[in-house]
């Protein structure tokens, strides 16, 4: 399989942290869809990330489809919880962190590759990402084990966790460890297992 995307992408990240957990290699090409795009066009229209070629040549995008994918084709324990609620409860807050790592995505590029922001686009994008942060913060200081969704990490937990380092590291102007406590510390926590460490790299913005 092959992976493209950087991985100061929430989006390409918790698709390679996922495949790694479930023991699933892949070769990974981290090639912008700025730079880098004319490299990957032949693959599909779109030149998104993360973009993910499977053996027999199958190309899928977006992350959520993706992750479906390999819920159905990995074996071993799934990344969600087993039980009905606490799958629903554990995909809900995973909904909520991937939106606000929409809403952040679209932030930064309205902020970065405009001369001139609309300034509507911008304070409700703020604000957004700004109240989905703070329900995650809510979220990270109600949990009653180490984990968010289940007695192991899934899903959740990871996709909580690129979010907010997406987030932390982009727009540091707006976004601060001490208002998001929990949120940071969990983030924290995260980043320093290795599974996190080997899929990670400095946030590069767009050129």
Do not use: C
Request: hydrophobic fraction near 50%.
């Amino acid at each position: 399989m092959l992976l493209i995307g950087q991985y100061d992408s929430p989006f390409v990240r918790r698709v390679a942290i996922a495949l790694a957990l479930r023991g699933l290699a892949f070769e990974h090409r981290p090639w912008s869809t700025f730079r880098d795009a004319d490299r990957f066009r032949h693959l599909g229209p779109l030149t998104k990330v993360p973009t993910l070629q499977l053996d027999d040549g199958t190309v899928l995008v977006d992350s959520h489809l993706i992750l479906d994918w390999l819920e159905r084709e990995a074996g071993g324990r799934s990344l969600w919880p087993a039980a009905n609620a606490a799958r629903r409860r554990a995909m809900a807050l995973a909904g909520l962190a991937t939106g606000t790592a929409d809403v952040t995505v679209s932030l930064f590029y309205e902020r970065a590759l405009h001369p001139e922001p609309s300034p509507v686009l911008v304070a409700r994008r703020s604000r957004q990402m700004l109240d989905g942060l703070a329900a995650l913060d809510t979220a990270a200081a109600g949990a009653t084990g180490d984990w968010l969704g289940d007695e192991t990490m899934g899903h959740v937990d990871i996709a909580v966790a690129v979010a907010w380092r997406f987030a932390l590291e982009g727009l540091p102007d707006l976004v601060r460890a001490e208002a998001f406590p929990a949120l940071a510390a969990f983030g924290a926590r995260l980043e320093r297992l290795p599974v996190f460490a080997a899929h990670a790299q400095p946030f590069v913005a767009p050129a």
